[in-house]
């Protein structure tokens, strides 16, 4: 059963900092791409960025290219965001995903497993 368990969201000021994590476990016959969504209140999920297996190809969205950087540790079995420069606009529940597949995506469907998610919560 794969398993996916986002932690480090928090509540910071506008211009802070954050590192979310995932741990993801029970899936280790084959390599995968992981993403990272978020969902803002009344709003619909959107993605924030992606990376394949190798870390080669990483994708991110426009509202948070320069300012979060998408990383993994395959050896834990993790994927870390470091979100900078955080904006009010940030603030979201942050998802974790992994991917059919070792490919990036910013669609949700080629996204079988997801975390819980963790709140982020950004101050002006």
């Known amino acids: 059963q794969v398993q996916l368990v986002e932690s480090g969201g928090g509540s910071v000021q506008a211009g802070g900092s954050l590192r979310l994590s995932c741990a993801v476990s029970?899936?280790?016959?084959?390599?995968?791409?992981m993403g990272w969504f978020r969902q803002a209140p009344g709003s619909e999920r959107e993605f924030v960025a992606a990376?394949?297996?190798?870390?080669?190809?990483?994708n991110y969205a426009d509202s948070v290219k320069g300012r979060f950087t998408i990383s993994r540790d395959n050896a834990k079995n993790n994927m870390y965001i470091q979100m900078n420069s955080l904006e009010p606009e940030d603030k979201a529940v942050y998802y974790c995903?992994?991917?059919?597949?070792?490919?990036?995506?910013?669609?949700?469907?080629?996204?079988?497993?997801w975390g819980q998610g963790t709140q982020v919560t950004v101050s002006s």
């Open positions: 029970g899936r280790t016959a084959d390599r995968y791409g």
């Open positions: 990376i394949n297996w190798s870390g080669s190809t990483i």
């Open positions: 995903a992994t991917h059919l597949s070792d490919y990036v995506s910013t669609y949700e469907r080629y996204y079988p497993y």
